[in-house]
Structures are given as C-alpha cells and as structure tokens.
C-alpha cells in the first residue's frame, strides 16, 4: 500500500502502573522504545501521531503528540481520537510496548486491509487490536459505544466490514511471533531484550 495512504499511531499513554515505571522510556540498543516504535511506523506510514501525554514530544520530535481526550479509559477512546484525526486513509494502530515489531508483517497488513474497516491479526485465538489496521468507518460504531461508557476495544468490530489475520498466515512473516511479545513485567522486559540480542534486531 502506497505510504501516502497511511497514517501510524502509537498508543502511549499509558500509564505503565503493573510494570512500574514508563515503558515508552526503556531504552533497547539505546533508543527510547517509543522513539524506536515511531520511526518503524516512519517507513510505514506519510504521518505518524502519538497518543499521550504532552511531553512525550521530547521523545518523537518527528511525530504529531495528541493528548488523549480520555486518560485512563483505555485504547478506545483513544483510537477514536486518531481516527479523527487521521490523514491518511488507513490507520496502522501499534502499543508502545511492543518494541519487536515487523515492518514486514505491518506492510502485509496494510496490503491485505483494502475493502475492510479493520484487519487484525488473531495469536493464541485472541485478536490483537492495537496490532491492526482501521479506517473512519469505523468511527460511528466506536462513538456510540463510546457514548454507552462500554470500553471493550473489540466490541465494535460487530458492526463493521472485519478481516480476520490467522496464525497460520502471520507465521510466515514472523514465524516466532516476536511482534507480538509486550511488556507488562520486569521479566518481559529481560526477555524482549535477550531476544532484540540474540536475534538481531530487525528494528535496526
């Protein structure tokens, strides 16, 4: 899919309270993992934003800082947020705390997401949303959920055209499925960095 058509957008912010500390500052071979995630999208995407707060422009000089409008209410509200906001007409939506994505694997995405509001991949039977890519049209559907105060980030994808990317597929792009290790504990966080080491790092 042609660049100029997609608009990337890390979720940051979070407020990092089961790991401890802010996960968008750990540096990996360092660099900020918020920093590394923004310049993936980079070459993903002809914008790239980031959800959170203000000060994590210090961080992504090259990235538009959107606050999100609903702190503490989880990804929905702010996937709304860069729904509206959005350039392009594909939004590539990723965690900040997902420091070994595929640009590879979020290229096929984006390839396979013509026709469709969302396309998301599905690892260990359960679907990874803020590993997928959407259109506006999702936006209605998102804001009269959003007006009930129901914030299950995939209980729209009922009311919207969805595409379903199975293990089966996604293994030929990242046949350890590394894209989709976060980081929620200090062991995690060992891990991901024993395997950044071991495997190289795609990133780079």
Known sequence: MERSRVTGVVLAGGRS????????????????????TTRLLGGLAAEVLVLGPPERAV???HARVIPDERPGDGP??????ALRTMHGDRLLAVATDMPLLSATLLAYLLDRSEGFNVTVPRVNGRTQQLHAVYTAACLPAIEAQLSRDDLKIDRFFAEVRTQII???EILHFDPDLRSFRNINTEADWREVQHLACAGGDAHR
């Open 76 to 81: 929905l509200p702010a996937l709304a947020t």
């Open 17 to 36: 309270s089961r790991f401890g500390r802010d996960k968008a500052l750990l540096e990996l071979n360092g660099e900020p993992l918020l920093a590394r």
């Open 166 to 168: 199975e293990e089966s």
């Open 59 to 61: 961080l992504v000089p």
